[in-house]
Nanobody, 119 residues
Framework: QVQLVESGGGLVQPGESLRLSCAASGSIFSINVMGWYRQAPGKQRELVAEITSGDSTNYADSVKGRFTISRDNAKNTVYLQMNSLNSEDTAVYYC?????????????WGQGTQVTVSS
């Protein structure tokens, strides 16, 4: 089992920045993918960014050039630096860890943190 605790959400104005953090604990494997997803009201959950244990990254087109994902393997923590935020970034952001356990792929989710961009 893996537990994820997110922090860093809040209310900001358009153009401002936020940094989300997600600390993982429990049975963390050395090889995994950590990521951030978001879900806006009335919309499906979508991938924002993900990073492998080898530091390969993948971003949604809508956030490329504005968001940066990083991880600290020693702390089992993943970060999402969000710059130039706009109203379309308003959503609940969820941390995700995906790892292979005994040939089965498991997905673990955090409880979510609200990000609201509004003037």
């Amino acid at each position: 089992q893996v537990q994820l605790v997110e922090s860093g959400g809040g209310l900001v104005q358009p153009g401002e920045s936020l940094r989300l953090s997600c600390a993982a604990s429990g049975s963390i494997f050395s090889i995994n993918v950590m990521g951030w997803y978001r879900q806006a009201p009335g919309k499906q959950r979508e991938l924002v960014a993900e990073i492998t244990s080898g530091d390969s990254t993948n971003y949604a087109d809508s956030v490329k050039g504005r968001f940066t994902i990083s991880r600290d393997n020693a702390k089992n923590t993943v970060y999402l630096q969000m710059n130039s935020l706009n109203s379309e970034d308003t959503a609940v952001y969820y941390c995700n860890v995906r790892q292979l356990e005994a040939a089965i792929m498991y997905d673990y989710w955090g409880q979510g943190t609200q990000v609201t961009v509004s003037s």
